[in-house]
């Protein structure tokens, strides 16, 4: 049985901060920014998102009902979610009106997540060929204001339909993973700011991806010229160049020119939204796929997944006959057209109100989002959520459910 990506969006907050502007009241040369760690913008969240609105939009865009009906599992790849114990699956399931008889988890492995949740849908769908099943990675990054991993937070989501019969990926072949306990970014419960050691989590992302290359060849007997490209984990958009810089004098210079080549397509989304953690390498996945209009069916894509702290994957995928016609390609333009760029200023302030954190209740004006699904507030310890879409449907005697 084939199993695979039947669908995959993404969505980013609807504000940006130009990481040009960024550089210069930071009195660092732009180029660093720009160049040295490969980012353009970075998507800045208004306090009426977050990771459950996020994850919640994304998938809003690529669901239709029968999608709804048949979904028995959701899967919430996290790691900045909203509750200790309650997983933000459980608010998707409800704000999307996703079919009651299934099941919802959230899944934690730092940016590995929505890989651990894709490889456990795998398996659930070899049980149960009709089922599908709902995959998010969604996540803001925060280092903090003048911090060294300022320049790579971000903020955004990814939705991928899991089924048999695919339409747009199958997965194929091994996956080849490897896990050491180590402390290159983590982020303590009390604490809504990442640590990190900058420079080792880079030489731990290298490290990780050159022992799961290693292995990858070994148990598929393939190599670099087997892949039309290969896609990474983007925490910024240098650092897939850097790792796949350790492996790419294996190929042939035609070969290497080609994986070069598609690697930058890959990071294009990638660049001007920023580092969504659990959802980069997915998102890295989507720029290559709607961006490259002449990716041929059928060829073979690597992905490198790494998950601080850490766990690192690659495995591949093949695309399926036709699987441009299945893609979002103009809603994701569209999204990225109509974002709003914000001030130095503006994002500084935005990056310091944050919600209650002694009990009190709150509510927020979701007017100013034009998201569907927003965060319109604390109440009672219990964060409230909107879908306008399905409020004004219900208002007028229509339900989406
Ligand atoms: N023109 C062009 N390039 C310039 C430049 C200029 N004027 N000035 C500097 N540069 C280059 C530097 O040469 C350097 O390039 P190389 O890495 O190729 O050597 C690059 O810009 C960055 O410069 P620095 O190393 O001096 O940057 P920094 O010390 O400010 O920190 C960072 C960079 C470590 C990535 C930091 O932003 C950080 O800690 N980020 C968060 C951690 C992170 O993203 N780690 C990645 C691996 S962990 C992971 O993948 C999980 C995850 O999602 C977090």
Redesign the pocket.
């Known amino acids: 049985m084939e199993i695979g990506i039947d669908k995959i969006g993404f969505y980013a907050p609807h504000m940006y901060l130009d990481m040009n502007k960024l550089a210069v009241e930071r009195n660092?040369?732009?180029?660093?920014?720009?160049?040295?760690?490969g980012q353009e913008k970075m998507a800045i969240a208004p306090i009426t998102q977050d990771s459950v609105t996020l994850a919640a939009n994304a998938a809003l865009n690529i669901l239709d009902e029968e999608d709804k009906e048949k979904i028995d599992f959701v899967l919430f790849g996290t790691e900045t979610g909203i509750d200790h114990s309650k997983s933000g699956a459980v608010y998707v399931h409800r704000l999307l009106g996703i079919n009651p008889n299934a099941r919802a988890v959230e899944v934690k492995q730092?940016?590995y997540g929505a890989t651990a949740a894709i490889q456990m849908a795998k398996g659930h769908i070899a049980l149960n060929p009709e089922s599908k099943v709902l995959v998010l990675g969604s996540d803001i990054?925060r280092?903090g204001l003048k911090?060294?991993?300022?320049?790579?937070q971000g903020a955004g989501a990814v939705a991928m339909v899991i089924s048999a019969e695919p339409r747009v990926m199958r997965f194929e072949g091994p996956s080849a993973f490897y896990s050491d306990d180590i402390m290159?970014?983590w982020r303590p419960v009390y604490s809504d700011k990442?640590m990190?050691?900058?420079?080792f989590?880079?030489e731990?992302?290298i490290s990780f991806f050159t022992k799961v290359w290693k292995q990858y060849k070994e148990k598929a007997g393939l190599s670099l010229e087997d892949f039309e490209a290969i896609c990474f984990?983007?925490?910024?958009t240098?650092?897939g160049k850097?790792a796949l810089r350790a492996v790419i004098e294996e190929a042939s210079q035609s070969v290497q020119e080609r994986l070069m080549d598609n690697y930058q397509v890959s990071t294009e989304y990638n660049r001007n939204v920023g580092?969504i953690?659990t959802g980069?390498l997915y998102l890295s996945l989507l720029s290559l796929l709607e961006e490259k209009e002449d990716l041929a069916d059928g060829s073979l894509i690597g992905l490198f997944s790494?998950?601080?702290g850490a766990v690192g994957e690659f495995f591949a995928g093949r695309l399926q006959p036709n699987y441009r016609d299945h893609l979002f390609t103009e809603k994701h333009d569209e999204l990225f057209g109509t974002r709003k760029e914000i001030s130095v200023e503006e994002y500084e302030n935005m990056f310091e109100e944050t919600l209650p954190s002694d009990g009190s209740s709150i509510e927020l004006d979701i007017d100013a989002d034009p998201a569907p699904i927003c965060l319109s507030g604390i109440k009672e310890h219990s964060r409230q959520y909107v879908n306008k879409q399905r409020d004004v449907s219900t208002l007028s005697g229509g339900d989406s459910r």
């Open positions: 660092v040369e732009p180029e660093k920014f720009t160049i040295g760690i730092a940016c990054a280092y911090t060294g991993g300022e320049a790579t290159d970014f990442a990190v050691d900058g420079k989590s880079n731990q992302y984990h983007l925490p910024y240098k650092m850097k580092n953690y980069s790494y998950g601080s």
